[in-house]
């Protein structure tokens, strides 16, 4: 099941969309000409920088960046993940809310919010004691989570794309 | 892991470059074609641009069931490559970020990484253009996007070219002198200007 909507999967939610729909926020960004788009464009640079500064700590991990330890990197660029990440989300938000239908039926959709959920639940737990663990030289197997997090972030990536086009 | 030496980097490129070319060997033939031709229309590169349209390669990417949406997916995920780098040397030479390291270190650590990342975005971006030319050359923000590029280009060079020839004289030097200062600051306005010039430019196009 890698396409699926969140309307087969919860059909139930059908009254909190259609209230979504409704929202003062949804029908302005649906309505104005400018909003839409700036927003979009916001996302995706937002996105840029979330993804360009996730792969700093895992290419590090990789053993690909050197220099600093592990900590040091993300210690410095955990503020842009984060602020990223939340940029992201609330851009996210205010797209889904200026057309929540469509979002619900759409089969790119639900695989986007399974992983982007994965990948934050990831980054905000595990990650972290990932990185703690390499106080003492890098195991392979954290090697694998930085690579692990790096294809979970370019499929969240895909399958985002993947919405205006399916 | 062995320590890779920097230009580790050419090799994943230049087989990457081989296999594409294998690939697209026919239709590259036909590529050349339409570059050789003597266009006689009132606009040259418009007429080269109907010309690229009609070629095999052009067609072959457009009417492609999945090949066009991988490269335009790479084409993003390049663009991230490129620029987080490219954000933390940006930042260093402002002097807000990275603060403690001398910038000789941060530049020789986040380069690499942006110029592979900038491989990457030109050679997806190109298949882009040859995929729908007549478009892109139609569209104001594609005209306004190169021009974005050649002057993020520009700033990249001129730093290299002239403060950064200096850098032994100010590399743990604080604040940072003014001309590193403003190439770091164009650099963050002008990429930034390019994503939006880039996503409003696929706008126009559907």
């Not at chain 1, 695989?111 to 106080?135: C, D, E, G, H």
């Not at chain 2, 930042?91 to 530049?107: A, F």
């Not at chain 2, 729908?132 to 070219?161: D, Q, T, W």
Request: hydrophobic letters at 55%; a positive charge; aromatic letters at 14%.
């Amino acid at each position: 099941m890698i396409w699926f909507s969140l309307f087969k999967l919860f059909p139930g939610m059908k009254s909190f969309i259609q209230w979504c729909d409704a929202t003062s926020i949804g029908t302005y960004v649906r309505q104005a000409a400018w909003a839409f788009k700036f927003i979009e464009t916001i996302h995706i640079l937002a996105w840029v920088v979330l993804l360009g500064t996730t792969m700093i700590v895992n290419l590090r991990l990789l053993g690909i960046l050197r220099g600093w330890s592990v900590e040091q990197i993300a210690n410095r660029v955990g503020m842009f993940i984060h602020v990223s990440l939340a940029m992201v989300a609330v851009t996210g938000i205010l797209m889904f809310l200026s057309n929540p239908e469509r979002y619900y039926a759409n089969i790119a959709f639900g695989p986007k919010i399974l992983y982007f959920s994965i990948a934050v639940v990831y980054q905000l737990t595990l990650y972290r004691y990932v990185v703690r663990s390499t106080r003492r030289g890098i195991p392979a197997w954290v090697r694998l989570a930085g690579g692990f997090s790096l294809a979970l972030w370019f499929v969240v990536g895909a399958f985002g794309r993947a919405i205006g086009a399916v | 892991m062995a320590r890779f030496p920097q230009w580790i980097w050419a090799f994943p490129i230049l087989a990457a470059g081989f296999i594409l070319g294998v690939v697209l060997a026919p239709p590259l033939r036909s590529l050349f074609s339409a570059a050789l031709d003597v266009p006689t229309g009132a606009s040259m590169i418009g007429e080269w641009c109907a010309r690229l349209e009609a070629t095999s390669l052009s067609t072959r990417i457009r009417e492609s069931e999945y090949f066009w949406w991988f490269v335009e997916g790479g084409h993003l995920l390049a663009l991230a490559m490129m620029l987080g780098p490219a954000m933390m040397l940006d930042l260093r030479l402002i002097g807000v970020m990275w603060t403690g390291d001398p910038v000789s270190k941060v530049e020789s650590r986040f380069l690499p990484v942006t110029v592979a990342g900038f491989f990457i975005v030109v050679t997806t971006g190109l298949l882009l253009f040859i995929s729908e030319p007549v478009n892109c050359y139609e569209s104001s923000y594609f005209r306004i996007k190169m021009c974005l590029i050649l002057l993020a280009g520009l700033n990249a060079f001129v730093f290299h070219a002239t403060i950064d020839r200096r850098r032994s004289e100010w590399d743990n030097v604080l604040p940072t002198p003014a001309g590193a200062r403003i190439a770091g600051i164009l650099g963050l306005l002008l990429w930034t200007a390019v994503i939006f010039a880039g996503r409003y430019m696929a706008y126009t196009f559907s």
